[in-house]
T-cell receptor
């Protein structure tokens, strides 16, 4: 069983600010990393995937991966109230199985 | 294109009762998964099926059984429900990438909220 740890939160930021979510993982062999967003009472949906060291940007979202330090982060720029959700970090391993962190709940205040 | 469909959406069971959660996907994915999510926690893998005809235990398989009926359908059975099995259950599917290929996105059903009293 691989371990995935996320900053516990909850995290509250004002509208327009940058929200920073962090995730560390135990398996140095991990190659793929995913961030899912889960609105209250809904199912998780993928927002970002990253496979290589460095930054990957998609609109207001940036994923950062540092394999040497075994962490992956998600930055949300110009945070909006609609970004209020729980963000789950997922690290796949073996036969497509994934270990999920416990999630960080983000609240963006207008 | 419905994606991943779970039934039922809500269920209340009495301790000791049995039930089967149904899951079907129409994306031609080879792998399917059952997770449970307890309040304030991430998803924990119960069982998975890497391909049609195979099933394997995940992190928390005790008290559950599964059947991969065909490529589309993967069911989860609780033989004798216990209050500890009160949770939200998610079915997911994905394309299982081959060795050396990047892993792929998982698509989730809408969840089944199960309460065992």
């Amino acid at each position: 069983q691989k371990e995935v740890e996320q900053n516990s939160g909850p995290l509250s930021v004002p509208e327009g600010a940058i929200a920073s979510l962090n995730c560390t993982y135990s398996d140095r062999g991990s190659q793929s990393f995913f961030w899912y967003r889960q609105y209250s009472g809904k199912s998780p949906e993928l927002i970002m995937s990253i496979y290589s060291n460095g930054d990957k940007e998609d609109g207001r979202f940036t994923a950062q991966l540092n394999k040497a330090s075994q962490y992956v982060s998600l930055l949300i720029r110009d945070s909006q109230p609609s970004d209020s959700a729980t963000y789950l970090c997922a690290v796949p391993w073996g036969a497509g199985k994934s270990t999920f962190g416990d999630g960080t709940t983000l609240t963006v205040k207008p | 294109n419905a994606g991943v469909t779970q039934t039922p959406k809500f269920q209340v069971l009495k301790t000791g009762q049995s039930m089967t959660l149904q899951c079907a996907q129409d994306m031609n994915h080879n792998s399917m998964y059952w997770y449970r999510q307890d309040p304030g926690m991430g998803l924990r893998l119960i069982y998975y099926s890497a391909s049609e005809g195979t099933t394997d235990k995940g992190e928390v398989p005790n008290g559950y059984n599964v059947s991969r009926l065909n490529k589309r359908e993967f069911s989860l059975r609780l033989e004798s429900a216990a209050p500890s099995q009160t949770s939200v259950y998610f079915c997911a599917s994905k394309i299982l990438a081959g060795t050396g290929f990047e892993d792929t996105e998982a698509f989730f059903g809408q969840g089944t909220r199960l309460t065992v009293v």
